[in-house]
């Protein structure tokens, strides 16, 4: 076996493909990352709901692993690999790897980083793969469903939701050959993008939808429907609201919030390290976990105080690259700052955003627009592969 001590780092989306990158690129000597993701490829979420509508797109989300590390480096990334159990000093793999010419299922570590990320339903999250096609063949699917749909329901008015409405009622405008849809938004909470979103900012949003021929139904809920069921349905479907009021769809897209993915944790130290009821994992402000100095947490799986977004994964990269490095050296380990109060941005197609700012600033939306809406960040995972062209 190698004389590298691992940092072995667990799940390589958003968060943890930073921290494996600023590992990759901060080590000493003697030490070296491996990455292990469950899919054979890597997903940026972001644009996904543009992915799963617009054909072509879907080559901007998924993109091959193997270009995280040169071949010549001493750092790995393996896909198609899950982990199945974490002990103290090692992680257990669904299958047996080729580590440093020994096939083995068990890599040990120094330094553990768990960044499993979130659950839910396609297309906000992939289905487990290991063909990257398969994978595009899904959105691929996803867009016909969409072409051939006449009523479109969305259940959740938070930022899935509402990107959803704004991507499906642009593209599918009544122009080139594009049919309009009937779209309805449906959500518990009556306040669009977050609960604590500002009212100018709420109405903001509203005004779009209602701009855009969504009908907004806010502060009822749909009775029995599958949280895991988002597609086509092949005929029309009634669907009964709290209120007694019928939609009818033959389409829907469950927008409720991702579930933080933390089984592995819970299984491994205990219901203890897990917050309730959000199943998040309890981490210091150093982003260690509350109980071990070397595992550390990034990303959707923390109990950080802030909102989960793709654009804080370089902060969360950096903290625990420097407190890695820290620790090997005898060094002072620095406190994670999160975003105070409630910060977010939602496309709404390719032209309009809406968001909040930290104070409670509303953002402009030619601002949220140019930031984010026209390319969704598809350019943030082939820079950090080192792919030159997507």
């Avoid at 469903?145 to 006449?150: D, E, G, P, V």
């Avoid at 009822?220 to 209120?243: A, C, M, P, R, S």
Wanted: charged share 20%.
């Amino acid at each position: 076996m190698s004389d590298q001590k691992n940092v072995v780092v667990v799940g390589l989306s958003s968060y943890g493909l930073n921290v494996a990158k600023e590992l990759g690129a901060k080590l000493p000597s003697g030490y070296r990352v491996i990455g292990v993701e469950k899919n054979a490829f890597v997903f940026n979420p972001v644009p996904a709901l543009r992915a799963s509508t617009i054909p072509g797109w879907e080559d901007k989300v998924l993109f091959p692993l193997d270009t995280l590390f040169p071949a010549s480096s001493k750092n790995l990334a393996f896909g198609g690999v899950t982990v199945t159990a974490i002990t103290k000093d090692s992680v257990k793999l669904e299958k047996s790897i080729t580590l440093d010419g020994v096939s083995t299922d068990t890599i040990p570590y120094a330094y553990l980083v768990i960044a499993t990320g979130s659950r839910a339903a396609f297309p906000i999250r992939v289905p487990i793969t290991t063909d990257l096609e398969e994978a595009k063949d899904a959105f691929r699917d996803m867009q016909k469903q969409i072409a051939k749909a006449k009523k479109v329901l969305i259940i959740g008015g938070g930022p899935v939701g509402f990107e959803f409405a704004g991507e499906i009622t642009e593209y599918y405008n009544g122009s080139n050959g594009r049919e309009k849809k009937d779209v309805t938004l449906v959500s518990l909470v009556p306040k669009l993008l977050h609960p604590d979103a500002k009212d100018s900012v709420h109405q903001k949003c509203l005004n779009a939808l209602k701009k855009a021929d969504v009908k907004v139904i806010l502060g009822h809920g749909v009775q029995d429907f599958d949280i895991n069921q988002n597609g086509y349905l092949g005929e029309l479907k009634k669907y009964t609201l709290d209120n007694g009021e019928i939609v009818e769809a033959d389409f829907v897209l469950a927008g409720v919030g991702p579930r933080a993915n933390t089984n592995l944790v819970a299984e491994a130290f205990g219901e203890a390290a897990l917050d309730q009821p959000t199943r998040q994992v309890r981490v210091r402000q150093t982003l260690q976990l509350a109980e071990y100095d070397n595992i550390f947490a990034a990303g959707d799986i923390t109990n950080i105080k802030e909102n989960k977004m793709a654009a804080w994964g370089p902060k969360h990269a950096a903290v625990i690259a420097g407190n890695i490095n820290a620790l090997i050296s005898n060094a002072p380990l620095k406190d994670y700052s999160p975003m105070g109060g409630l910060v977010m941005l939602a496309s709404f197609g390719t032209s309009q955003a809406y968001g909040q700012l930290p104070f409670g600033f509303s953002l402009p939306s030619w601002l949220g627009a140019r930031l984010k809406s026209k390319t969704l960040f598809a350019q943030m995972m082939p820079e950090i592969l080192n792919i030159k062209s997507a």
